[in-house]
């Protein structure tokens, strides 16, 4: 069969490799003129970094497993993650259970309760319990006011802003499950990043894909999907000389998000009203090189209110440093809404902004620090999934005959990442599969 996938992130090529190996004729076109869409790298210096940083779990069982079959597990190395949060004036460890009992900025009971809630929640199995609740009123009902405000608090609005008050309980049960399932029996979390970054696993799908008679087409964009009968016929493109074609398809998958999925083809009201309850928050993201460390760990969240960005990840206090020319490496992120003034700003404008923060969680931090750096806006990162989603989901199968969708808002009740996209792609394939051989 002849299969277009939109988009050449890690879902798309996952599923262009899954789909071109058992002898389907697939083609991506991509709108960007490189690879990998979040997980995509860049060059610092003689080396490769994501763009908005990445690791992998324990549990992340199906990204694991295509490097296993792809041969490249040998890449994957292990390593003992460190946490912090920063509030009032203060960096506090909080990287296991036994540094939350000594977190004296709560009462004692308090840091018993959230050791137990921890607990509570990674043992629930049916998530469906609480998805008829929001996180901020499950959690604020749990503890006392101060260490919501504290610990909880500054997580939903860092992440969701305006919309903290409304995301369902499942997001934040999904993140205790992957964290707390990624510690060791000393309760030491355990995180996952392959030598040469990501870029190697999206090189190597690239190659497969192109040793199986499959096509990557960049600054390639489709601007509509056309039906007939209720089935794909085929897609209008854009290619990357400004030149318009019509190009025959027997099934269409987009990995886009569903505010460009609906301007390409005209669908069902149920479906169109369900994706309009999707909304995103944008992403912006700031590497800089560093010649000091600014802090000791690795995941720093900020959990205060008048901060401008949400948290602090020292690339460099989880991978060794001396794979970047001994220099430090780290990501200043932050989720804003879409009419943000932030996403105005140019990176003067904004470290200029970030800079007394970043004095306060080291005040020896200077710009002088700074030996280079980096400056990501990345659109549609975060889908913001509101309470009983699960009734209006939209299927990974639509009802047209050979048109699929896989996107970050498709892998609830989880979060979106890397892991979950091959996931997406790994499902899809199966329906294809069952459904050509059927």
Partial sequence: ?????????????????????????????????????????????????????????????????????????????????SVATYSEGKVWKTTSPFDLLLLSLIPFKERIKLILLSLRLKLLRNWKKIENVTAYDWL??????????????????????????????????????????????????????PNGSFSKLINKLE????????????????????TKDNSVESVDIIDNKSIKKNEKFDIVISTAPYKVLDKLIDLEKNIKDSMCKVDYMSAIVMILNLKNSLSDYYWLSIAENNFPFLGIIEHTNLIPKENYGNNNILYITNYVENDNNFLKLNYKELIDIYTPYLKKINY???????????????????????????????????????????????????????????????????????????
Wanted: hydrophobic content about 35%; proline content about 3%; some cysteine.
């Fill in 1 to 81: 069969m002849k299969i277009c996938i939109i988009g050449a992130g890690i879902a798309g090529l996952s599923a262009a490799y899954n789909l071109s190996k058992i002898g389907h004729e697939v083609s991506i076109y991509e709108s960007s003129p490189f690879a990998g869409g979040q997980a995509s790298t860049i060059k610092i210096n003689d080396f490769e970094i994501e763009k908005a940083y990445h690791h992998l779990f324990v549990t992340d069982k199906a990204i694991l497993d295509l490097y296993k079959e792809l041969g490249m597990s040998k890449d994957l190395k292990w390593y003992k993650s």
């Fill in 140 to 193: 604020s009902e749990k503890v006392n006011k101060k260490t919501f405000e504290i610990i909880f608090r500054p997580l939903l609005y860092g992440k969701f802003g305006e919309f903290y008050k409304t995301i369902g309980m499942p997001w934040f049960w999904s993140k205790i499950q992957t964290r707390v399932s990624s510690r060791n029996y000393k309760f030491q979390e355990i995180l996952c990043y």
């Fill in 207 to 226: 190659e497969e894909i192109n040793s199986n008679n499959g096509n990557i087409y960049f600054e390639h964009k489709i601007t509509k999907i056309i």
């Fill in 364 to 438: 020896k931090f200077t710009k002088d620090w700074i030996l280079d750096y980096r400056f990501n806006k990345i659109n549609f990162a975060q889908p913001i999934i509101p309470i009983n989603y699960s009734s209006y989901k939209i299927p990974l199968k639509l009802p047209i005959n050979g048109l699929y969708s896989g996107n970050t808002a498709q892998i609830y009740p989880e979060d979106r990442g890397t892991n979950y996209a091959v996931d997406l792609a790994n499902k899809i394939t199966k329906l294809i599969k069952e459904g050509y051989y059927d």
